[in-house]
């Protein structure tokens, strides 16, 4: 077994990678709807979830098994095979797109086979997340057509609009960094911004090179969440005129599947954001000379968080809460140990801080939806086509300008 | 291994277009129409070249087909009718397309095909761009400018309607 396993490792390590990386991704996804729920809730000065387990952690959980033990009716006169197609089109689009992502530098052993962290590295890395990322549209299209209402149709007519204007914005904003690291490899992307200009900035795309990529960056951004249909730019599901938006007549798992996407594409553009401007899983602070303490700083962050954790747990007011928290207050303290030991420490640091730049990504995507009201439907198109095309090629010009001045 | 995926997806792609032929609703034939476009995007993959296996993607399956599903579900275009076959089809249509199979199966056959194989797996996307940005830079741009004329002349044709008012 372990023979036939060592001959096939290219498959038997790919496959293991998959399901691990599904495992973390759909959990993530999960804890993502909590997350937003929570930090949405204390920005309009609301608690959010509470009931279900401690500070509502239990939430995602009862979420999911309501959604799994819910009736799923099909409404009468819709085109059956399109509408069951496509909310898993939607879902699996979504998912593939994640399996080009590089999480760290290092490479781990799997069946005597060497390979990265991510599924698979490609050299045309970013034209393939463009490519899959091109398709998600589908997903929404179909689901507006198929569910054969009005107001479905009109959310799906909508935003299949407002995607492809979108992304000829953000198929734009990506060229500057692209010209900069000459690849359009992830791996090389990341590579190519490490180094510190005079000792402490980070050589980052955002604010290094021959031309920083602000306006690039600015202008990924705002495509990127429009691209995902979110707040402000989430006229496709705009509750007031729409009901729903594309996703009306869908319950169930299906429904589930629509929400699941948006998430996993959340999640996608905030790590393409940190790969492309904020260097991926390079460390923000150089670590040699006297910044090597910073090698520990995964470890104190997993245990402060642990510490606080318990601490709150202790004074929690239910016996389970107690329980619960304390239990996880000790995991976290349990990690944070972990990554401090010497055979892990160098491994830690790369997935840690690309982590970490997703999450303030993440947060930022929710901090938005939760501050900005809703663009109107002409403003989102001129928004899209008379501000963010111009200055995406504007900066496509700049940058190559910089880049033969530097060259010469 | 190469030879089963090409069988697979050949026999995918020719699988689509028969059904996008035979779809009586506008969306299903647009949909097989998007399988025949991945499964030869899979074809140019085997081949070597991801470029233009992606570009087929991000082009044709994402910007084109998409504008397609847009103009269907826009036009709420109805179900096809289905009729009988014409006199013309029957008496002349037919035996000329059976002639046109007949003579590419021939050609096809006779023809030894040259077993060049593809350009090494590295960056094709160098090589490509060189050859468009440099080599074939005129022809490259004028056919821009031929777009652009086409973009226009749409927005021209959309635009008519106001200005008579």
């Known amino acids: 077994m372990s023979d036939f396993l060592i001959r096939h490792s290219l498959i038997a390590s790919s496959v293991v990678k998959i399901a691990v990386l599904l495992f973390m991704v759909l959990t993530a996804l999960a804890y993502l709807t909590w997350f937003e729920r929570k930090v949405v809730a204390h920005i309009q000065s609301r608690w959010g979830p509470y009931r279900v387990g401690p500070h509502g952690l239990l939430q995602p959980l009862a ?3 309501k959604f799994i033990m819910k009736e799923d009716p099909m409404p009468a006169g819709v085109d059956k095979f399109v509408f069951v197609l496509a909310p898993l089109l939607a879902m699996t689009v979504a998912l593939t797109a994640l399996g080009i992502i590089p999480f760290g530098p290092q490479e781990i052993e799997l069946f005597g086979r060497k ?5 698979v590295d490609l050299n045309l890395g970013l034209l393939f997340l463009f490519a899959i990322s091109s398709l998600g549209v589908y997903g929404v299209a179909l689901a507006g057509w198929a569910s054969n209402s009005k107001y479905p149709l009109l959310g799906g ?11 000829l914005a953000l198929t734009l904003s990506v060229v500057g960094v692209v010209l900069m690291a000459g690849s359009l490899s992830l791996r090389d992307i990341i590579q190519s911004q490490s180094g510190w200009s005079w000792h402490f900035l980070p050589r980052w ?5 021959p031309l920083p990529q602000v306006l690039g960056f600015f202008c990924y951004f705002t495509a990127a969440i429009a691209e995902t249909n979110r707040a402000p730019f989430d006229l496709a599901e705009a509750e007031q005129e729409l009901v729903g938006g594309f996703h009306t007549e869908y319950s169930s798992m299906k429904f589930a599947m629509f929400f699941m ?6 999640v996608t553009v905030s790590c393409l954001a940190t790969i492309l401007f904020f260097g991926g899983w390079l460390s923000p602070c150089p670590v040699t000379g006297h910044w090597i303490w910073t090698l520990y700083l995964p470890a104190a962050v997993f245990v402060l968080g642990g510490l606080g954790l318990i601490w709150d747990g202790l004074h929690y007011t239910t016996p389970i809460g107690k329980f619960e928290l304390t239990v996880l207050g000790a995991v976290l303290v349990g990690v944070g140990g972990l990554t401090a030991a010497p055979f892990a420490i160098h491994f830690a640091q790369g997935p840690f801080w690309f982590l970490t730049k997703v999450l303030a990504f993440l947060f930022v995507y929710v901090w938005v939806r939760g501050t900005l009201p809703r663009f109107r439907y002409d403003q989102l198109m001129a928004i899209g086509w008379k501000l963010l095309l111009p200055v995406s090629l504007a900066n496509v010009v700049f940058t190559s300008l910089a880049l033969v001045v530097k060259n010469k | 291994m190469t030879a089963v995926l090409f069988f697979l997806l050949a026999a995918v792609a020719v699988a689509a277009a028969v059904s996008l032929i035979l779809q009586r609703e506008p969306i ?4 097989s129409l998007i399988v025949v476009m991945a499964a030869l995007a899979g074809l140019y993959l085997l081949l070597g070249a991801e470029f233009i296996s992606a570009v087929q993607i991000i082009v044709y399956a994402g910007a084109i087909m998409v504008l397609f599903i847009f103009v269907i579900m826009l036009l709420n275009a109805g179900v096809e009718e289905r009729t009988q076959f014409s006199r013309m089809a029957r008496y002349i249509g037919l035996p000329l397309a059976f ?11 006779r023809w030894t095909m040259g077993t060049a194989s593809a350009a090494s797996m590295g960056s094709v996307t160098r090589p ?3 050859m468009l940005f440099q080599d074939y830079v005129f022809p490259f741009e004028l056919t821009s400018i031929l777009i652009l004329i086409a973009i226009v002349g749409a927005v021209v044709l959309a635009r008519r309607e106001d200005e008579r008012q």
């Open chain 1, 63 to 65: 979420d999911g098994l």
């Open chain 1, 115 to 119: 390979t990265s962290l991510a599924i």
């Open chain 1, 157 to 167: 007519l909508r935003s299949s609009a407002q995607m492809v204007s979108y992304e």
């Open chain 1, 205 to 209: 795309n955002l604010f290094a090179g």
């Open chain 1, 261 to 266: 996407a948006e998430y996993a594409n959340m």
């Open chain 2, 28 to 31: 299903h034939s647009a949909l």
């Open chain 2, 99 to 109: 002639v046109l199979g007949a003579g590419l199966v021939y050609w096809i056959t």
């Open chain 2, 128 to 130: 490509l761009a060189m």
